[in-house]
């Protein structure tokens, strides 16, 4: 079973219980970018939120250049941003505190 797309009303919400976070809104995709110390710290970073995902059998898009990875978080097969993606998005906001969000 498909979850749900969340309203444009939900995702408002969700953003403000993500605020000052550096998640941001774009199309259909919850966006972050942060910036690390130097491509090792990136490589950490992404092998952090891996883990998330793993565990949540749910995995983000992942750019990474040189110190920055930029997150894009949306659940293909809805057709959109769903609960899924804001959970993932909380427990990675969680995993970054320390680390500068250019959201």
């Excluded at 883990?51 to 894009?72: M, Q």
């Excluded at 949306?74 to 959970?87: K, N, Q, Y």
Aim: aromatic share 4%; charged share 20%; with cysteine.
């Amino acid at each position: 079973m498909r979850d749900p797309v969340l309203t444009p009303d939900e995702i408002t919400q969700a953003l403000e219980q993500l605020q000052g976070t550096g998640w941001t809104h774009r199309d259909d995709l919850l966006v972050r970018t942060t910036k690390c110390q130097g491509f090792a710290g990136a490589l950490a970073y992404v092998n952090a939120v891996g883990a998330l995902a793993e565990a949540a059998d749910h995995h983000p898009d992942i750019d990474i250049r040189w110190n920055t990875v930029t997150l894009a978080l949306t659940t293909h097969d809805s057709g959109g941003i769903t609960r899924r993606d804001v959970e993932l998005a909380t427990q990675i906001a969680a995993l970054s505190e320390g680390q500068s969000a250019d959201g």
